[in-house]
Structures are given as C-alpha cells and as structure tokens.
C-alpha cells in the first residue's frame, strides 16, 4: 500500500512537471483527461494543500474534477466541497448537491450526510425532506454519527418522516454512543423534559449531559450544574454545580455567568465580589436578571463599592426588560434619594407600572404613596382600593393598613366598596 502511494505522488510530480512545461506550450489538457483518476486526486491535493507547489485552489479544483468526471467517488465529494464553500469558484450550491450525489451514490457516507443536510435546509437548493432522511439513512447506516444525529432530529420533529419519539430517542442514543456531542446534549435534553411523550429519566438525563459536558459543551456544562444544584438524578452538590458553571461560563455561556454569580453572592469572604464580576459578564450581554442583581449590589454595596447613579442605570436596564422587581427597587431607590438625587414622582410612575403588571409589593407602595399624597395627589379611597387589592395578592402588611385607614370616623369610599 504505501509502494502504490509512492507510486501514485511520484506520477503526480511527473504529471506537474507536464502540466507545468508541456501544457504551456499548447494549452490543453484533453491529453491529460484519460489520466489515472486516483494521480489526478493526488494532484488536487497537491495543489489544495500547497503541497510541493503554490496553493491554487482554481488549479486543485481542476484536478479534482478531471478525476471527478471519470466516477471517482472521493474526487466527486471534493469537487462539492469547493462548490459548496466557494473554494477555487463562486459559491453554488445547486451544483455542490449535484456532485455530492453523484460521491453518495457510490456510497460515500461524507457526501451523504452533506447532501442530506442541504435538502434537509434547504440551503441553496429546493427543500426535499424526505430525500434527506433517505440520505441520513444510508450515512447513519455506515456509523456517521453527524447523521445519526440529523436522523433522530428528523424523527424527533416529523421532518420528512411521521414523527416517531421512540425512533428519535434511538438514533440520538446511537450518536451520542458514537461521540456526537450534541446528540449527547439532545438526548439529554429529551430525557430531562419528557418531550413528546418520552419517559423522563433524570439519572439518565444527567449521564448524557456529562457526557457532552465533558468534551466542553457549555449548554451541557449548564445543565450538569443546574441538576447538581437542584438535585435532579444526582445528589446535591454546589461545589461541583460551581465548577460546571464556571466552565460554561467561561465559554461564554451568558446563563451561566449569571447562576454562577447566585452561588456565588450566597458565599462569605470574597464570595460576593466575584459574583459581582459574574454579573457584570452577564448584564454586558444584556441579560436582565444580571442586570437586576447587581443594580441591588451596587445599592446595597454588596460586593462592590455602592454606586446609586450605575444601580440606577442597571435596574432601569432590567425594568425596560419587564422585570417588574427591577422596577421595583429603582422605585426604592428614587424614593428614598439616598445615593442619588430624590426623584418621588419618578419612584410613583415605576411603582405603578410594575403594579399593572402584577408586582404586588409595588401595588402595596402605590397605595401607601396614594394615601400619603407622595409623588401623586393624596387620594385615600384610591388607596384603600389599591390595599385591598394588594391584600388579595397575599401582602401582609397590605391588610392592615387597609384596616388602618378604613377605621376612620369617616372612611374613604373604598373602604365601602
């Protein structure tokens, strides 16, 4: 085998030469087309790679399709490849199909996968779902696990096929088996919420996820942290649930970044100032609830040193999110105009807006401003309304102020309603 191989670079450098010297003189290569297809392969790969020559991806998808053109599958597939990726030729994917069939239909398992992804996508090509499940097929059946994945998907959403969960669940196992890290991550998914009718198995869920946790999945990562956290399949565990959040997060992984900064915030010494960091990650990707807790710790100057102005900016951030305790606690803060400038009216407005949207605690700090005329007109049958209202939602201290203003020697009107 490697004395044919040998053979086979040593025809190619003969044939470069010939193309290089001869070739220039009459500028055909009709003599060169009746070549063995495996050199013309080589030749290709000479040029794609920059092997012993200049890369020339023109001149290497010359080759390759001298070689492609006489049925050679492998040169067929690289042919589709360029086309595909607009590699030595403008981008067409039409034609990158056609010749990845034709690699398919000699059983190349790559060009079967590809092919099917672009029918399944419909990516440059008309949508055919039922040929890319015929596609997946055939590669799956030859142990691709990319295609065993795309497979189970298919089943997984009727694509091409009735759906079958059962079938799903099989062909996402074979992947996963075989390696592939998302179906790793999809079959645990599946098995963690029931999809569809799928027996929910947390232990098993968990293993999946480790599985693609393990070959650095972040969204994997997440999840093995969140179940350690939560107890779900496996026992509780926070230091572990912690190093699985920092190693998503540290891939980016927004949500992560922001649980990481909860476990964190709960911790003593230096415990809440790292979770300020971890907040600070979040909110910079826009990520409300981040922007929410570290808002409070910059009012509260938990963690960081207190900074009304940037607390106010950050819930002001998570409010316009609707986090309505975001709204809430800017109300607070405008209020009281300990850390900035006093802003009652402003505080009012927030209170109000995160009472319609059924923060009950800001309807219980409407009423209590209503009645007290702070940043509105004084308005006590409003107020008792507001506090009965309030008392429905399970505020406490609601009822009683309730009672407060309604045993007046006159009550308010709301107090009759």
Known sequence: MLLRSACRMMAAVVLLFFAGHSLAEDKTFDDLKTFDPETQLYLGEMYYSGTGVAVDQAEALRWYTLAAEQGMEAAQFRVGDMHLK???????????LEWFILSAEQGNADAQ?????????????????????????????QGLSDAMGELGRMYAQGA?????MAEAEFWYAEAADSG???????????LSTGENG???DYPAAFERYMQAAKQGNALAQNEVARMLVQGQGV?????RAQTYYTLAASQGSVWSQYELGIL???????????AAEWFKRAAN?????????????????????????QAAKLLGLAGEAGNTWAMYEHARLLEKGELLDADVQGAFTLFATAAEMGNGWALYELARMTANGIGTEKDESEAALMYRNAAELGIEPALKDFYNLCNQAEPPDGCKT
């Open 86 to 96: 607009g590699e030595g030729t403008d981008v067409d994917k039409a034609v990158a």
């Open 113 to 141: 996968f590809v092919a099917g992804d672009l029918l399944a996508q419909g990516d440059g090509v008309p949508r055919d779902e039922d040929a890319a499940v015929g596609w997946f097929s055939l590669a799956a059946a």
């Open 160 to 164: 091409g096929v009735a759906q079958d």
């Open 180 to 190: 592939s890290v998302w179906a790793q991550y999809e079959l645990g998914r599946m």
């Open 198 to 200: 799928i027996t929910i």
């Open 235 to 239: 026992e509780i565990d926070l230091e």
């Open 264 to 274: 964190l915030a709960k911790q003593e010494g230096d415990g809440p100032a790292r």
């Open 285 to 309: 990707q826009d990520n409300a609830l981040a922007q929410y807790e570290l808002g409070l710790m910059y009012a509260k100057g938990q963690g960081i040193e207190a900074d009304g102005p």
